[in-house]
């Protein structure tokens, strides 16, 4: 006879499982029991919300199960920020979340939650273990869901029902079938007449080109075609393409921008971007998702079809004329030399006082490994990753996209680097992001994890600054005031650093990087830095000038020459 703790923690090792993140306590100790004595390794975090980004960053990574636990109440409360991000993102997690005893469930115990209610709107799977014979099915079944569904699954125990022994024998395991889907051939023939009629074709490629870069790139090179990548997909199309533009969007470049402007017919491939307003008006819109569900929701679509998308270009091609006209994919490639020029342009420092956070993830472009994983935090740190540091198929890029958090970049590095032990893994965080959840660089120390760890401190929220000014008003309650962020990881135990010159940075990273354990540099760049959309309205320029004004008349012109100088007089 097993316990049903013991069935629990066998079921997740079978399952491919490999650590498991949490905080010890009351309903989940003879769960963290079992866990002791298995091949389950356990990782002591001091937040459980960080244990659920570390757990979705290191699934990220590898595709592959981690496992996040939590004790009644508060304790399963606390990863659901950390569990919406890694559900948004893809990342197969499963979630033991545990509850009171079951005799004291309804009457108002301490700490009864109903995390069902919870967690089922962040989750491909989420069932409450009602009898402990289904230890194992349901465990199974959940694991199975997150590795096939690509998401996350939960499973509640009460923290009584851990100690139950039960016989466990029927084999339940955990299932993951390869599948090739793609349209349906009248389907593909109606696509391939619309494209063969086409003059100027976009290809909008997402996440769902992950594994797809050469039969995209094929596609591309036949119909020359420029492919724009959204900000998710960037790691996977970016690299070795002779058809790359850049990217769509607010975050993106003008290059990427027009192709999507511009084209007669835009084939969306994978992609699942959420704002309708760059999507064009006038072109015709193919989308092809393995998702149903996704068809038609960002904008209207004249064609829908279901299908993964490198074999559905493998069907495809064969159908297709080759373009021999290739100016509208000229035009548009020399765009996008132009862009990487104006965007390395950026990042020169002719004044040494003062370190413009594009000259920081430069520098850290070129120092940094040919493989490293690279985190950031939402906000501006996120922008400077996917606009500065360069893809080349062996580089990781996990930012907060589609949940959109803050403190996100170091908790999910923690993941990264402790299932990746022999690869770099830089976490690119925001001062406020960093002081958000600090706790658990303790963790660092205590784990031995080698992450570095690069704060842009600009004393500021500053991406909300920028959206403040943007909207012609004054910003306000965004200021930070930081510590001395090198100095107080050297007091934790990190090797730590600051820098506030330019001619001080290169050298100072080199010293970052080659610290052999976890190493933190603090980077004091411009606070008032500007992330300038591919294209600049008139709305946002008469905003802009609002803000101006108003910063003026209230005694504050001082911040609005230092705007025009480090933004646009450089």
């Known amino acids: 006879m097993k316990t049903v703790s013991e069935v629990i923690v066998d079921t997740l090792v079978k399952a491919g499982a490999q650590r498991c993140y949490g905080i010890v306590g009351d309903t989940i100790n003879h769960f963290t029991s079992a866990v002791r004595t298995s091949d389950l390794e356990w990782i002591h975090v001091r937040h459980e919300e960080v244990g659920a980004f570390a757990a979705g960053g290191e699934s990220y990574l590898s595709g592959e199960l981690s496992v996040c636990a939590g004790t009644a109440g508060p304790g399963s409360l606390h990863f659901i920020n950390g569990i919406f991000e890694s559900h948004r993102n893809g990342a197969p997690v499963l979630l033991i979340a545990s509850c009171i005893d079951r005799a004291e469930q309804g009457l108002g115990y301490p700490q009864d939650v109903d995390q069902r209610k919870l967690y089922e709107q962040c989750s491909v799977f989420c069932e409450v273990l009602a009898d402990p014979h289904q230890a194992r099915r349901i465990v199974s079944q959940a694991a199975q869901a997150a590795l096939n569904h690509h998401g996350v699954a939960v499973v509640v125990v009460s923290g009584d029902m851990f100690k139950t022994k039960v016989k466990d024998s029927l084999p339940w395991s955990v299932h993951r079938p390869k599948w090739l889907t793609r349209p349906a051939d009248q389907e593909l023939d109606a696509l391939a007449d619309k494209i063969n009629q086409a003059k100027n074709i976009t290809i909008y490629g997402g996440i769902g080109c992950r594994k797809a870069h050469d039969a995209v790139v094929k596609l591309g090179q036949h119909l020359a075609a420029p492919i724009v990548h959204t900000t998710k997909s960037k790691e996977f199309l970016e690299y070795d393409n002779p058809c790359n533009v850049g990217m769509n969007g607010i975050l993106g470049n003008p290059a990427g921008y027009r192709a999507i402007q511009t084209c007669d017919l835009l084939l969306c491939l994978g992609n699942d971007f959420a704002y309708t307003q760059f999507y064009p008006e006038k072109a015709t819109i193919i989308q092809v998702d393995i998702e149903p569900s996704h068809l038609g929701r960002r904008t209207p679509i004249d064609m829908g079809l279901v299908g993964d998308v490198s074999t559905t270009i493998e069907a495809l091609l064969p159908k297709l004329k080759a373009c021999t006209d290739k100016k509208f994919l000229d035009d548009l490639r020399v765009r996008y030399q132009k862009d990487v020029e104006q965007m390395e342009e950026r990042g020169h420092e002719p004044d040494p006082k003062l370190i413009h956070p594009q000259f920081v993830a430069q520098t850290l472009d070129k120092l940094a490994d040919e493989d490293t994983a690279f985190t950031a935090d939402g906000g501006s740190p996120m922008v400077w990753l996917l606009r500065q540091l360069r893809a080349n198929g062996k580089r990781s890029f996990l930012t907060s996209l589609s949940h959109g958090t803050m403190a996100n970049a170091y908790p999910q590095g923690l993941g990264m680097a402790k299932a990746n032990p022999g690869r770099q893994v830089i976490a690119m965080c925001g001062d406020g992001g960093m002081t958000m959840l600090m706790g658990d660089l303790l963790t660092l120390v205590q784990e031995?994890?080698?992450?570095?760890?690069?704060?842009?401190?600009?004393?500021?929220?500053?991406?909300?600054?920028?959206?403040?000014?943007?909207?012609?008003?004054?910003?306000?309650?965004?200021?930070?005031?930081?510590?001395?962020f090198g100095r107080m990881a050297e007091v934790i135990g990190i090797a730590g650093e600051k820098v506030e010159e330019a001619g001080e940075l290169e050298g100072a990273m080199k010293r970052w990087l080659a610290t052999e354990g976890p190493a933190l540099l603090d980077v004091t760049v411009n606070r008032l830095e500007l992330v300038m959309p591919p294209e600049v309205t008139a709305q946002q320029v008469s905003s802009t000038a609002l803000f101006g004004l108003k910063a003026i008349l209230n005694g504050r012109a001082d911040e609005v020459v230092d705007l025009l100088k480090d933004n646009f007089l450089k």
């Open 448 to 484: 031995k994890i080698p992450l570095k760890l690069l704060v842009f401190n600009n004393h500021s929220l500053g991406f909300v600054e920028m959206e403040q000014r943007i909207e012609g008003i004054l910003d306000s309650f965004t200021g930070l005031k930081n510590p001395d």
